[in-house]
Every structure is written in structure tokens, then in C-alpha cells.
């Protein structure tokens, strides 16, 4: 990735490959994780979230890991 020394402009930092969604899934840290993280995850697995909303994209991943509230 290159940046240009803003930390915001970069698109995809090596950090956010290395995030294990599940794991956060599990110890209900979902909401700390960014929404293009989410939405990584979700295009991955082929998951289908219900809108364009941050909450969406954690039911649709908690619902598929069996974790849904």
C-alpha cells in the first residue's frame, strides 16, 4: 500500500488482512472493527448482508458463525 503520510488515505493496511473476524465475532468485539473490515468479510464469504449499515453486516456475520442474538 502506498501512502502519501496521512494514515487515513490508505485503502488497505497490512493490519486489516490480518484481523481475525471470527475471533472478534466470539468475544463479541465486532463493533470495534471497522465497516470495510465487515464488509471484507462478508464479500469473502459470500455473505449477504441485509442493508448498507454497520449492525447489518455484524448480524449477517454472527448469524452465520451460529453466534446471532
Known amino acids: 500500500c502506498e501512502t502519501n503520510g496521512s494514515p487515513g488515505n490508505a485503502k488497505k493496511s497490512k493490519d486489516d488482512e490480518n484481523i ?18 465487515l464488509k471484507d468479510y462478508c464479500r469473502d464469504k459470500k455473505l449477504k448482508a441485509s442493508g448498507t449499515k454497520k449492525q447489518d453486516f455484524i448480524d449477517a456475520i454472527q448469524s452465520h458463525l451460529g453466534l446471532a442474538q
Open 20 to 37: 481475525d473476524v471470527e475471533a472478534a465475532a466470539k468475544s463479541h468485539l465486532l463493533s470495534k472493527l471497522t465497516i470495510p473490515i
